[in-house]
């Protein structure tokens, strides 16, 4: 009973509570509402006058907008304005323009067809002119124009000699002046005696006595020397003098040693000569070797074999127009090794090729043949260089050079030969040169003279002044030099001058 009466109790109360806090709730919401209403009211007035502020803000910036905009329109309106200024006052000057345009065209239009007028007056005139021409000349145009052709080509080749004449002459001096400071260089540095070609050698008597003593009895001293050495003995008048004459100059040398000291001795008789020749021939082969030996040392070749030293030494008893082999082959060797040197090229090759390339001419009459091709063959035989030889070979011209160093040999050998004093010709040969080089001159078609003169180092020739033009004049320079090189031996070079001249001669009677 207690039980229940506690648990009805329990109830009641949680009625009571559940009311009283219903009714609390109910109070507390009533005052939140309240409250909420008094905010809302609150906010509504702060919004009302924002609303007011934001509404005056408003006015204003669309009044200060619109302002804005009446200015910038005003601007615009303005601008306008002025651009369409512009573009009128363009328009009146494009109006004035295409005015005087049409102004000018009416005047061109009137000056065009003037211009046809006289055109075609011109025209007619022109053909009457040429009509005319035509009679009076008697010839058509045609002709006129192959006419004024034919001057024209007239006048173009001679300007074209002319235009050719300078550029030769420039090229000329140029290479002239080049050539010259090489040449010279090398020629400053090297000098040389002159020895002249003699087949004949003097030797001296202690007195005319002597002579007899050397004729021996009946001859029979004289025939022993003539036979033994190979030579021809004169006695003459020439006072304490024996003449010894031979082609070869080593059986001179021979004869003259043996002669001297069978002279120097007194006894003369043949087994004494004999015997003396012996001894002489002996002594001029061993002076030959020393040659060959001096002169592989001047030149810087001690290593040649033996047998080349002794066909160099055997140059020194041998000459050519008046100048000594032996020594022409140094000089040359000394040349063509400086001309190597100044131009950049084999100085050994071409001091060897000097030395050498006369070789031939030690054995030229044992050998048959160019001495240059045989000096060629036996430097080939004894191990000198491929170079070298072609060297021998070509500075005459029987073969074609090789090598620069080819060229500068042949040129130092013409050098040599070719320098004042170093040889001396004959008068029968200096004739037939001089007489050869007017025969070659004459040859030409259109040469009326030809001159050999300054001792053969210039030819000078006269030509047909209708038969040959000033273009021809040049071609025919260069072709009679060509044609010398080619048919004549000469030392040095030949200078062809080839003149055309026309007079108009007339007399005051």
């Not at 202690?206 to 003995?233: C, F, H, W, Y």
């Not at 009679?480 to 004549?488: F, S």
Request: glycine fraction near 6%; proline fraction near 2%; hydrophobic fraction near 40%.
């Amino acid at each position: 009973m207690e039980y229940v009466l506690a648990i009805v109790l329990g109830l009641i109360g949680l009625g009571i509570g559940v009311a009283v806090g219903f009714r609390y709730k109910q109070r507390t919401d009533a005052e939140k509402i309240d409250s909420a209403e008094k905010q809302a009211e609150n906010i509504l007035t702060e919004a009302k006058e924002k609303g007011f502020q934001i509404e005056l803000e408003a006015k204003d910036t669309a009044l200060q907008i619109r302002d804005e905009a009446e200015n910038e329109s005003n601007r615009r309106r303005r601008e306008l304005s002025r651009l369409e200024e512009r573009a009128q006052r363009r328009l009146d000057q494009l109006e004035t323009r295409s005015e005087n345009l049409e102004q000018r065209e009416r005047k061109l239009n009137q000056r065009q067809s003037h211009i046809d007028v006289r055109f075609a007056e011109l025209e007619k005139a022109e053909a009457n002119y040429q009509a005319m021409l035509e009679k009076v000349a008697a010839m058509t145009t045609e002709d006129a124009r192959e006419e004024l052709l034919r001057r024209t080509e007239a006048t173009a080749r001679s300007d074209m000699a002319r235009v050719i004449r300078q550029v030769e002459v420039e090229l000329s001096q140029t290479a002239d002046r080049k050539a010259r400071e090489v040449v010279v260089l090398a020629m400053e540095r090297l000098a040389s005696d002159i020895v002249a070609e003699s087949t004949i050698t003097s030797v001296p008597l202690p007195a005319d006595e002597m002579k007899g003593r050397i004729i021996g009895r009946q001859g029979r001293n004289i025939r022993a020397i003539e036979s033994v050495t190979g030579v021809d003995l004169v006695v003459d008048d020439t006072p304490e003098a024996i003449i010894i004459s031979s082609h070869d100059p080593v059986r001179r040398e021979v004869a003259r040693i043996a002669l001297s000291k069978l002279v120097s001795d007194g006894r003369i008789h043949p087994a004494r000569i004999e015997k003396e020749v012996e001894k002489a021939q002996e002594e001029v082969e061993r002076s030959i070797r020393e040659a060959g030996e001096e002169a592989a040392y001047q030149t810087g070749f001690q290593g040649l074999h033996p047998e080349i030293l002794k066909l160099v030494g055997r140059l020194k008893y041998r000459t050519s127009y008046g100048q000594n082999q032996y020594y022409h082959a140094i000089e040359t060797s000394h040349l063509a090794g400086l001309l190597a040197a100044e131009l950049h090229g084999d100085v050994r090759a071409a001091k060897m090729g000097g030395l050498l390339h006369d070789l031939g001419k030690a054995v030229s009459h044992e050998v048959e043949g160019p001495h240059a091709l045989v000096g060629a063959e036996i430097a080939q035989r004894y191990g000198v260089p491929e170079k070298v030889v072609n060297i021998i070979a070509s500075h005459h011209g029987e073969q074609e050079p090789q090598s620069l160093e080819a060229i500068l040999v042949a040129t130092a050998d013409a050098i040599s030969g070719a320098r004042p004093g170093a040889r001396r010709e004959s008068l029968e040969n200096y004739v037939k040169r001089l007489t050869a080089l007017e025969d070659i001159a004459t040859g030409f078609d259109g040469v009326d003279q030809a001159f050999a003169i300054q001792a053969g180092r210039e030819v000078r020739i006269l030509v047909q002044p209708d038969a040959v033009d000033d273009l021809t004049c040049i071609n025919l320079s260069r072709d009679i030099a060509q044609r010398i090189e080619d048919n004549l031996q000469y030392p040095g070079q030949i200078k062809v001058t080839v003149i055309r001249e026309t007079r108009a001669i007339e007399y005051a009677k």
